[in-house]
């Protein structure tokens, strides 16, 4: 029984504020999304509990949640950042298992059930598994940062058990107009903004825009079965600005 961790190699080097205007760069490749997770990665959490007034902790739950993930079972969290998931995982599933590499979030948690986590890193779109390995898996805020989305549910496909599920949690890229609409007023007129006073208003600018570059939720279901999936079910929430995708193996 072992919660599973897995997070794109981390390049070195932190975030440096810009003293010039901010320049809007294409953000294409994994290498540029991992540079600019680097960057953000000092205010990532405080970030997003400011910015989602700490609602972002209650769709990680229900994204966990959805996941089916339960006491004893081996569990994979992909594209885990600094962990919020893995650690709802890690409490789902329960004490025992080992740490291979204890990141610093690690040491500011420590409760008895941590120590089953174990973290890996890796590419979502080449994971480090065996077939069948996992009895639940999650992807927060991941699938639509990987390139090659494709690629990443065959591969968590690949290593869930027949019959066990991923729960994929994100922005929902929606087809109410209004809906589409506050969400781009709220991340032009209170997201960028208020990261702008920490030099990062280009990396939560390309929040925009990949959030527009995503797939609906229809399309995440259709996805999802190419992939190899049996069943997939995209749930709405939050008002529709958040999105979850449950794929049943
Ligand atoms: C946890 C959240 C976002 C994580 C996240 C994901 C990314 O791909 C990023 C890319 C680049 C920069 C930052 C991120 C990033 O933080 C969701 C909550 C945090 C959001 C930044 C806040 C979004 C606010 C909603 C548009 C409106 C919320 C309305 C109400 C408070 C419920
Ligand atoms: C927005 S953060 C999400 C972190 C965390 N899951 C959460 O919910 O807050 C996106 C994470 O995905 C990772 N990532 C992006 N592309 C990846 C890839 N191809 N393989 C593994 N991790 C990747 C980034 O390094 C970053 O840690």
């Not at 205010?43 to 990680?60: E, I, Q």
Request: aromatic content about 8%.
């Amino acid at each position: 029984m072992a919660t599973l961790q897995f997070t794109l190699p981390s390049i070195t080097g932190g975030r440096h504020r810009r003293e010039s205007p901010t320049i809007l760069r294409p953000v294409r490749c994994t290498a540029d999304r991992q540079a600019l997770f680097n960057r953000i990665a000092p205010v990532y959490d405080n970030l997003n509990d400011l910015l989602s007034l700490g609602r972002h902790r209650v769709w990680k739950r229900m994204s966990v949640s959805w996941s089916g993930a339960k006491e004893g079972d081996t569990v994979l969290d992909v594209c885990c950042g600094s962990g919020d998931l893995a650690f709802l995982l890690s409490e789902k599933v329960g004490i025992s298992g080992k740490l291979q590499i204890a990141a610093s979030r690690q040491r500011k948690r420590s409760r008895a059930c941590y120590k089953n986590i174990e973290w890996i890193e890796g590419d979502a779109v080449d994971l480090p598994f065996s077939d069948s390995s996992f009895d639940a898996a999650t992807i927060g805020y991941g699938l639509r940062n990987v390139v090659d989305r494709k690629k990443a549910l065959e591969e968590m496909c690949r290593v869930l058990k027949p019959g066990t599920k991923v729960s994929v949690l994100d922005f929902n890229k929606s087809t109410n107009p209004l809906t589409s609409s506050i969400q781009d007023w709220m991340i032009d007129n209170v997201v960028v903004p208020v990261a702008s006073g920490y030099g990062l208003a280009s990396e939560y600018q390309y929040l925009k825009n990949s959030i527009k570059e995503y797939l609906t939720g229809c399309e995440l279901e259709k996805l999802a079965l190419q992939a190899g999936f049996s069943e997939a079910k995209h749930y709405e929430i939050s008002t529709g600005f958040m999105g979850n995708l449950v794929a049943t193996r």
